[in-house]
């Protein structure tokens, strides 16, 4: 409880300090930032600390976080003294509602995961351990780049700044690692939660008295209740597959050999249900097929697997991975692109090639942002990168209209941002080296039409529905435009899953061949197989077509506006100097159109379905060999994007009068009657097939919310059900740095391989082999995994000393695991080695 204040607290100020600046660069929200501080605040915090701690300014400690505190602090000052304070005063009082359910969300969010996760603390499975290690590594670096434990004598080789940020709030809280593993995932649950209720606050705010800083409270329901659906969707709501597996359970549509569940295709539900009166399946980690729905054939019968996870799998999973570790930071990109595209951080900067109509301080907003997003999680800078640039070009559209000027507009701001999110991580690129290996055409593996509603159908039943409602309102549409665009960009994938291939056939036949032949197919009949598979599957195109044919149409009717010359009516403080920069200047035609398209929403669907349909033709070539990784990466943020979009929606569906005249991009008019009852009873069921699986998914993780004990701590577990291995890491955590020799194992391993660097910060030889030939070339790794097993097994001394001084080993550590693992020869160890350490069948020897 001490530690989960202590964090609460921490963050919560974070929060405050870090609103100041956002209020200043944020003119456009009208919540003028305050969802994104928390946010905005680590973001500014953990770069400001990790840069300094690179260049030797500061060291990874008390004083190099102070030092980033301090900094931006500053930065809030600098803003403060640009507007007089008593303009912010002025806007918390009037949203003072706003406030108020933003804390309390933050807060109910925090808590909420910090429950369930303290009643699962175990970080056992999947790639915890490796996470463990990571935030363990940082914590205990000397100095940056933090050095991989599981690779001693290397710095880490993966997008780490998360982990940063986690060892952050460790040390400033003096939280150890394995609490602070279970409260990040906490707090990324409840920093994601008001970053998504923010962005749909933003998005249904009314701007039409033209003052952003409105009273909050004069639309309560659509202001504050509304907004929840954000959270609801992107947090809550999850894929068909738990509901599926209710009805599986209860042995409904199960009759014969050829029913429901064997036409669906999905393992365990194709298998005849047991016998049971249970609504929780009770097999072992249920739970999981819901991130494994879309299966993957090869053409001759074997089967691939697609991991296809959604936001509350990962948080019932509690895997602190990137994915994870982004997701405010995703929303406050997203949030970013919604300033841009309302009319903020208006300015020029004349560039060699060209102007760029954004002011200094909003380009380095952005080029920080990409450049975090990189760092976070690396696959992530694609989807913001594309949202910002795009809604860059929508407001020049708003402008000067469409043309083939806005091409030029993408590509001003993209280029010379990334290029800038570059060199300010410059010290995180030199040192990372990416498993990519360039994009390969997918010719086999089309997604099936079944499994992409199981994957999808609680997000595109209220998108859907949404279209709809703007086609019965007659919102103006270009369907021409948007038919030869989808069109372009349907064949466009063909062509480029073309050129791919028969380079590749011309250019490495030693590598394609063998998979044809894999497949028993010629070339020729390996394409015609591959598409009479595509027309088997066909629904899951045409799903994703009649999002995008719709979704562009109205987005080619945004209405083009003349600026005007008249400027809203600005806060008197600080006026002048925010006019100087252009960030205030948006122009009243930006905010204050009553009949504007929903372009923003609309560009959010159209983005999220052709990260869908992407992996259809083409993926990202890995260590994995096929579209995997593509797949789990595209559709996570697909999600993100959908969710954001099927809330709004539901919002403009559900409200019960009419403020479309108040949105400055929603239409005027609503569903009524026979529609909107239709509407209300679907949502109704999109909340009981969304929310079954985290409703059951939860009491099966926390075995019913009776654990062995309520902790935030694992170390408890290890100490627990190990008391000497225990022993054995609290005195190596106090003992002087050093490397230490452990038993080596594969990747997952259940017996615990890697333990000892994981829960002590110190590094060993090597932790898990395959996790270390995914981040670098396994060819580092040389002899070190034989090595090992020589160290302990053999009887020559001599030998084993050589190991030693090779890899400047400190502590050789002789555990249960090393005795199951080698065939331990441990006299030479008590004969030319200190004791320093033992207790029970635990000894641990210092080299001198």
Not at 104 to 113: I, Q, R, S, T, V
Not at 371 to 380: H, R, S, V
Not at 613 to 623: A, C, E, K, M, V
């Given at each position: 409880m001490t530690a989960f204040l202590s964090w609460y607290i921490l963050v919560a100020l974070l929060g405050w300090l870090t609103f100041p600046l956002a209020y200043r660069l944020f003119p456009a929200l009208a919540d003028r930032g305050y969802t994104l501080s928390r946010a905005f605040g680590l973001l500014i915090w953990g770069y400001v600390f990790w840069l300094s701690a690179s260049l030797g300014i500061a060291q990874n400690d008390i004083?190099?976080?102070?030092?980033?505190?301090?900094?931006?602090?500053?930065?809030?000052?600098?803003?403060?003294?640009n507007l007089k304070f008593s303009s912010i005063l002025s806007f918390l009082k009037s949203n003072s509602s706003l406030i108020i359910t933003t804390e309390l969300l933050f807060l109910l969010a925090f808590g909420f995961m910090a429950f369930v996760r303290a009643g699962n603390p175990e970080i056992l499975g999947?790639?915890?351990?490796?996470?463990?290690?990571?935030?363990?590594?940082?914590?205990?670096?000397?100095?940056?780049?933090?050095?991989?434990?599981?690779?001693?004598?290397?710095?880490?080789?993966?997008?780490?700044?998360?982990?940063?940020?986690?060892?952050?709030?460790?040390?400033?809280?003096?939280?150890?690692?394995?609490?602070?593993?279970?409260?990040?995932?906490?707090?990324?649950?409840?920093?994601?939660?008001?970053?998504?209720?923010?962005?749909?606050?933003?998005?249904?705010?009314?701007?039409?008295?033209?003052?952003?800083?409105?009273?909050?409270?004069?639309?309560?329901?659509?202001?504050?209740?509304?907004?929840?659906?954000?959270?609801?969707?992107?947090?809550?709501?999850?894929?068909?597959?738990?509901?599926?597996?209710?009805?599986?359970t209860r042995g409904l549509f199960w009759s014969g050999d050829k029913n429901f569940w064997t036409w669906l295709d999905i393992p365990e539900l194709r298998d005849a249900p047991a016998?049971?009166?249970?609504?929780?399946?009770?097999?072992?980690?249920?739970?999981?097929?819901?991130?494994?729905?879309?299966?993957?054939?090869?053409?001759?019968?074997?089967?691939?697997?697609?991991?296809?996870?959604?936001?509350?799998?990962?948080?019932?999973?509690?895997?602190?991975?990137?994915?994870?570790?982004?997701?405010?930071?995703?929303?406050?990109?997203?949030?970013?692109?919604?300033?841009?595209?309302?009319?903020?951080?208006?300015?020029?900067?004349?560039?060699?090639?060209?102007?760029?109509?954004?002011?200094?301080?909003?380009?380095?907003?952005?080029?920080?942002?990409?450049?975090?997003?990189?760092?976070?999680?690396?696959?992530?800078?694609?989807?913001?990168?594309?949202?910002?640039?795009?809604?860059?070009?929508?407001?020049?559209?708003r402008e000067s209209g469409w043309g083939w000027e806005r091409l030029e507009d993408i590509l001003l701001l993209g280029i010379p941002a990334i290029v800038t999110g570059y060199v300010m991580y410059l010290p995180f690129f030199i040192g990372f080296d990416s498993q990519a290996g360039g994009i390969v055409p997918n010719f086999m593996f089309p997604t099936r039409g079944a499994h992409l509603w199981v994957m999808w159908g609680t997000l595109f039943v209220p998108v859907f529905f949404y279209l709809i409602y703007l086609m019965r309102t007659k919102t103006p549409a270009d369907w021409r435009a948007g038919m030869w665009t989808t069109l372009i960009f349907l064949l466009g994938l063909l062509a480029a899953m073309f050129a791919i291939g028969l380079i590749a056939l011309k250019l490495k036949p030693d590598v394609i061949n063998p998979i044809l032949?894999?497949?028993?197919?010629?070339?020729?009949?390996?394409?015609?197989?591959?598409?009479?598979?595509?027309?088997?599957?066909?629904?899951?195109?045409?799903?994703?077509?009649?999002?995008?044919?719709?979704?562009l149409s109205f987005l080619?009717?945004?209405?083009?506006?003349?600026?005007?010359?008249?400027?809203?009516?600005?806060?008197?403080?600080?006026?002048?100097?925010?006019?100087?920069?252009?960030?205030?200047?948006?122009?009243?035609?930006?905010?204050?159109?009553?009949?504007?398209q929903p372009s923003f929403v609309l560009l959010l669907i159209i983005l999220?379905?052709?990260?869908?349909?992407?992996?259809?033709?083409?993926?990202?070539r890995d260590n994995f060999g096929y579209r995997i990784n593509t797949v789990f990466k595209f559709y996570y943020q697909a999600w993100i994007l959908l969710s954001l979009a099927s809330a709004y929606g539901t919002a403009v569906l559900l409200r019960p009068f009419d403020f479309g005249s108040q949105s400055a991009f929603d239409p005027p008019l609503r569903a009524r009657g026979a529609a909107n009852r239709v509407f209300s009873v679907s949502f109704a069921l999109v909340l009981i097939v969304g929310l079954t699986y985290p409703a059951l998914g939860v009491f099966t993780k926390t075995n019913n919310f009776n654990p062995f004990e309520y902790t935030l701590d694992d170390f408890d577990r290890v100490q627990r059900e190990n008391p000497d291995e225990a022993a054995a890491m609290l005195w190596l955590r106090s003992a002087p740095d050093g490397v230490v020799a452990e038993a080596v194992g594969g990747s997952y391993s259940p017996q615990g391989h890697g333990r000892i660097s994981i829960y002590t910060g110190l590094p060993t030889l090597l932790g898990w082999p395959g996790h270390e030939g995914q981040w670098r070339d396994y060819a580092?790794?040389?002899?070190?995994?034989?090595?090992?097993?020589?160290?302990?097994?053999?009887?020559?001394?001599s030998t084993a000393q050589e190991i030693i001084?090779?890899?400047?080993?400190?502590?050789?550590?002789?555990?249960?695991?090393?005795?199951?693992?080698?065939?331990?020869?441990?006299?030479?160890?008590?004969?030319?080695?200190?004791?320093?350490?033992q207790q029970g069948n635990v000894a641990i020897y210092e080299a001198p």
């Amino acid at each position: 409880m001490t530690a989960f204040l202590s964090w609460y607290i921490l963050v919560a100020l974070l929060g405050w300090l870090t609103f100041p600046l956002a209020y200043r660069l944020f003119p456009a929200l009208a919540d003028r930032g305050y969802t994104l501080s928390r946010a905005f605040g680590l973001l500014i915090w953990g770069y400001v600390f990790w840069l300094s701690a690179s260049l030797g300014i500061a060291q990874n400690d008390i004083g190099g976080l102070l030092l980033g505190l301090i900094a931006l602090g500053g930065l809030s000052a600098w803003a403060i003294s640009n507007l007089k304070f008593s303009s912010i005063l002025s806007f918390l009082k009037s949203n003072s509602s706003l406030i108020i359910t933003t804390e309390l969300l933050f807060l109910l969010a925090f808590g909420f995961m910090a429950f369930v996760r303290a009643g699962n603390p175990e970080i056992l499975g999947t790639e915890k351990p490796m996470e463990l290690m990571f935030i363990n590594g940082i914590m205990n670096s000397p100095a940056f780049p933090p050095r991989d434990l599981w690779l001693s004598g290397y710095s880490i080789s993966y997008y780490y700044f998360g982990y940063v940020m986690t060892s952050m709030l460790a040390m400033f809280t003096g939280t150890p690692a394995t609490a602070a593993f279970n409260l990040m995932i906490a707090l990324i649950f409840g920093l994601s939660a008001v970053g998504a209720y923010g962005i749909l606050y933003n998005l249904l705010a009314n701007p039409k008295s033209g003052v952003v800083q409105r009273k909050s409270s004069d639309n309560p329901l659509s202001s504050f209740l509304f907004p929840l659906l954000s959270p609801l969707f992107l947090l809550l709501i999850s894929n068909v597959e738990g509901f599926l597996d209710v009805l599986h359970t209860r042995g409904l549509f199960w009759s014969g050999d050829k029913n429901f569940w064997t036409w669906l295709d999905i393992p365990e539900l194709r298998d005849a249900p047991a016998q049971t009166a249970a609504w929780i399946p009770e097999r072992f980690w249920w739970w999981w097929r819901a991130s494994r729905v879309v299966q993957d054939y090869e053409l001759s019968g074997a089967f691939r697997e697609v991991i296809d996870e959604f936001p509350f799998f990962s948080y019932l999973l509690g895997d602190l991975h990137p994915h994870v570790l982004s997701m405010p930071f995703v929303l406050l990109a997203i949030a970013v692109a919604l300033n841009l595209f309302l009319g903020g951080w208006r300015g020029n900067i004349n560039l060699y090639f060209g102007q760029l109509h954004i002011s200094k301080t909003g380009f380095i907003v952005v080029a920080l942002l990409l450049g975090g997003l990189a760092f976070l999680n690396t696959w992530d800078i694609l989807v913001a990168a594309a949202l910002i640039v795009f809604s860059y070009a929508l407001a020049r559209v708003r402008e000067s209209g469409w043309g083939w000027e806005r091409l030029e507009d993408i590509l001003l701001l993209g280029i010379p941002a990334i290029v800038t999110g570059y060199v300010m991580y410059l010290p995180f690129f030199i040192g990372f080296d990416s498993q990519a290996g360039g994009i390969v055409p997918n010719f086999m593996f089309p997604t099936r039409g079944a499994h992409l509603w199981v994957m999808w159908g609680t997000l595109f039943v209220p998108v859907f529905f949404y279209l709809i409602y703007l086609m019965r309102t007659k919102t103006p549409a270009d369907w021409r435009a948007g038919m030869w665009t989808t069109l372009i960009f349907l064949l466009g994938l063909l062509a480029a899953m073309f050129a791919i291939g028969l380079i590749a056939l011309k250019l490495k036949p030693d590598v394609i061949n063998p998979i044809l032949e894999s497949q028993g197919l010629d070339a020729g009949a390996f394409i015609a197989e591959s598409f009479m598979r595509r027309l088997a599957y066909i629904g899951s195109l045409i799903t994703l077509l009649a999002l995008l044919i719709p979704a562009l149409s109205f987005l080619f009717k945004f209405d083009r506006r003349p600026p005007t010359e008249s400027p809203l009516q600005r806060e008197s403080q600080g006026d002048a100097s925010r006019r100087a920069e252009g960030e205030g200047s948006i122009s009243g035609d930006a905010l204050s159109r009553s009949k504007g398209q929903p372009s923003f929403v609309l560009l959010l669907i159209i983005l999220g379905s052709l990260l869908i349909l992407g992996p259809d033709f083409l993926y990202l070539r890995d260590n994995f060999g096929y579209r995997i990784n593509t797949v789990f990466k595209f559709y996570y943020q697909a999600w993100i994007l959908l969710s954001l979009a099927s809330a709004y929606g539901t919002a403009v569906l559900l409200r019960p009068f009419d403020f479309g005249s108040q949105s400055a991009f929603d239409p005027p008019l609503r569903a009524r009657g026979a529609a909107n009852r239709v509407f209300s009873v679907s949502f109704a069921l999109v909340l009981i097939v969304g929310l079954t699986y985290p409703a059951l998914g939860v009491f099966t993780k926390t075995n019913n919310f009776n654990p062995f004990e309520y902790t935030l701590d694992d170390f408890d577990r290890v100490q627990r059900e190990n008391p000497d291995e225990a022993a054995a890491m609290l005195w190596l955590r106090s003992a002087p740095d050093g490397v230490v020799a452990e038993a080596v194992g594969g990747s997952y391993s259940p017996q615990g391989h890697g333990r000892i660097s994981i829960y002590t910060g110190l590094p060993t030889l090597l932790g898990w082999p395959g996790h270390e030939g995914q981040w670098r070339d396994y060819a580092l790794q040389g002899s070190r995994q034989q090595d090992i097993e020589t160290l302990y097994s053999t009887s020559d001394w001599s030998t084993a000393q050589e190991i030693i001084n090779r890899y400047d080993i400190r502590y050789v550590y002789v555990g249960n695991l090393e005795r199951t693992t080698y065939h331990i020869n441990e006299d030479k160890f008590n004969r030319f080695l200190k004791l320093v350490f033992q207790q029970g069948n635990v000894a641990i020897y210092e080299a001198p």
